[in-house]
């Protein structure tokens, strides 16, 4: 035995009911299930968790790691847009160097690392201004640091495809050399029939490769953006169904009712996975609206209600959409819960939820958890509930990834005061 975590408060899930055990690794794995007697071990090290919550690693499902950081050293976002920040970033990615990407990416990685987080799934941009060099910086990122996050490459053409001469061909060689999902951004093209068009090649691309797809979806105020519900019904369409994940998706807030509810059913149908990006979408949407202005997130709660996978993402660190972000997944939370009217005891589980189990589910985990031969990921909070967590942003004071402990920290709080009398 490598490692024993005594008396370890268990995040199991929203209905499962508190439970303080021992968990066992090795190999990093754990290697039993959870249990209730502590077993004499040869262990060669046990921590004492003292009834502190215990979760199995948050996982963040959807973040920018090539665009994080570059806020430093490019103009303002003046309009505070999409559209100027996607403007602005132009430049700067022609002046893009392999070294520079993965050390932004590394910061960052650290940053999530220390917040608990053990999976990423990031973004990189595909297109004929960077080309491949955003993946190339991420995957060196990825490659310096995998004996302690486990991350997922999606090939994102956020030019578009068919807009973007050379993003096919780009989209194809990215898949060859690491990518490991097919990413889109289908309402970024010149006419429904390009997006329809963009969607379908992505198809092409993923089942070339047997590849997830992971698009940013209807990332605006326009109403008239319709691209979920093209994806949705292709994704019935080629039998994809539970292998595909929409980010954003702000219009769907703004349809009306009956439109929104049909394009959720369909969302349902194609089993497709939502991911809420509230941060970034608080601070871009709704810029051009006059009060009261809309919250610029989806419909999370009308999402969940119909059984649909729901997580969220931190999306962007300081770059032009949004000038701050550490990947911690307890703020992404914390705002969630406030952009998605999430406060009723069940849904501030919920929120906990969305950051570790749905999140896995979303980005397709197999050895997530605390069962017998899932990965020995670990975080152990200082709190003793996830909304004791939420509330107070606990701090991480231990992480372990694969059976390792990789973060510990120890601080002591000191008071030179008492209450009056
Ligand atoms: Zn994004």
Known sequence: ?????????????????????????????????????????????????????????????????????????VRANVSGTLDEAIEIIWERKRAYVVEEIAERAGRV???ALANGVTRIRSHVDVDNIGGLRPLEGVAEARR????????????????????????????????EVGADVVGGMPFNEKHPQDSARHISIAFEIAKAFDADIDMHVDETDDVGARTLEM???????????GRVTAGHTCALAGYDE?????????????????????????????????????????????LLAEGINVSFGQDCVKDTFYPFG?????????????????????EVEQVFDMQTNVAARVIGLVDYGFAQGCAADLVILDAKSAGEALCKQATRNTVIKAGRVIVERKIQQDWRWTPAK
């Open 1 to 73: 035995m490598d490692l024993i975590i005594k008396n370890a408060n268990v995040w199991r899930g929203v209905d499962a009911k508190p439970w303080i055990g021992h968990l066992y690794m090795a190999d990093g794995c754990f290697v039993a299930p959870p249990a209730d007697d502590l077993a004499p071990s040869d262990a060669v090290e046990t921590i004492d968790a003292m009834g502190c919550l215990c979760v199995a690693g948050f996982v963040e499902p959807h973040i920018h790691l090539d665009k994080a950081h570059i806020n430093e050293d």
């Open 258 to 302: 009956d439109y929104a509810n049909a394009v959720i059913a369909l969302v349902r149908e194609a089993e497709i996975h939502m991911i809420t990006n509230p941060a970034t979408n608080l601070m871009l949407q709704g810029r051009f609206d006059a009060q009261p202005k809309r919250r610029g997130i989806t419909r999370v709660k009308e």
């Open 109 to 111: 990685i650290r940053s």
């Open 144 to 175: 310096r640091h995998r004996d302690v996050m486990d991350i997922q490459i999606v090939a994102f053409p956020q030019e578009g495809i068919l807009k973007n001469k050379g993003a096919e061909k780009l989209m194809w060689q990215a898949m």
């Open 231 to 241: 994806l949705a019904e292709q994704t019935i369409e080629h039998g994809w169904q």
């Open 326 to 346: 550490r990947v911690d997944p307890l703020e992404v939370g914390l705002i969630t819960a406030h952009a998605a009217h999430m406060s009723l005891p069940q």
